[in-house]
């Protein structure tokens, strides 16, 4: 069975600071771990995917996140917010290998950013 | 390339009523999934589709039923509709089977039952 746990339901942030989103997984076979982001009244869009090459991924909109596996983790970062990052962010998890393509999500982190 | 799209984007109906949703997956995207999302359980695998079959099921009543289409276009339908139905549903398509398991959302159907 696979798990994805968001730490912090709601992350607020000043425009122009780090941004740090924390994820992390449960899997018994290695995993592919993507972040998503979903705007109010739409649906998930793709920000970046780890599938076991590089362990430090870049994103869209100058995300990144870093897979460590001794800590199961994939936390999401972003070094200067802007208010166009507000939304909530998703972490998923699946297994890597076979024909599995269902996406196990975690319970979201609403990012909001002050002015 | 066009993406993911879902029909109808906003829907209402009572309970008891039934429903089906419709989607259209990328050009060229043959594996097509669905997933409820509600504030109270967040996102939750429905089923997925490759090829007009089933693959995989989420944990859900037999009410929440799907397929697929030669064309792999995908609908889901919803018999005998409950208040706690009302979601956002969500259909991804995925490239499979090459890709790496990345699946690209519509913008969803909301239902809302009354």
């Known amino acids: 069975a696979q798990s994805v746990t968001q730490l912090g339901s709601h992350v607020s942030v000043s425009e122009g600071a780090l941004v740090l989103l924390r994820c992390n997984y449960s899997?018994?076979?290695?995993?592919?771990l993507f972040w998503y982001v979903q705007y109010p009244n739409q649906g998930l869009q793709l920000l970046l995917k780890?599938?076991?090459?590089?362990?430090l991924v870049k994103g869209i909109n100058g995300f990144e996140a870093e897979f460590k596996k001794s800590e199961t983790s994939f936390h999401l970062t972003k070094p200067s917010a802007h208010m166009s990052d507000a939304a909530e962010y998703f972490c998923?998890?699946?297994?890597?290998?076979?024909?599995?393509?269902?996406?196990?999500f975690g319970k979201g982190t609403l990012l909001t950013v002050n002015p | 390339k066009a993406g993911v799209t879902q029909t109808p984007r906003y829907l209402i109906k009572t309970r008891g009523q039934q429903v089906t949703l419709s989607c259209s997956p990328i050009?060229?995207?043959?594996?097509v999934s669905w997933y409820q999302q509600t504030p109270g359980q967040g996102l939750q695998f429905l089923f997925e589709?490759?090829?007009?079959?089933?693959?995989n099921k989420g944990n859900f009543p037999g009410r929440f039923s799907g397929r697929q289409f030669s064309n792999s276009r995908s609908e889901m339908n919803v018999s005998t509709l409950e208040l706690g139905d009302s979601a956002l549903y969500l259909c991804?398509?995925?490239?499979?089977?090459?890709?790496?398991?990345?699946?690209?959302f519509g913008p969803g159907t909301r239902l809302t039952v009354t």
């Open positions: 998923a998890v699946t297994n890597s290998g076979g024909s599995n393509y269902k996406l196990t």
């Open positions: 050009s060229g995207h043959r594996s």
């Open positions: 899997s018994s076979v290695p995993p592919y």
């Open positions: 589709y490759f090829s007009e079959t089933q693959r």
């Open positions: 780890y599938t076991s090459a590089a362990t």
């Open positions: 991804a398509s995925s490239l499979y089977p090459r890709g790496n398991y990345e699946q690209y």
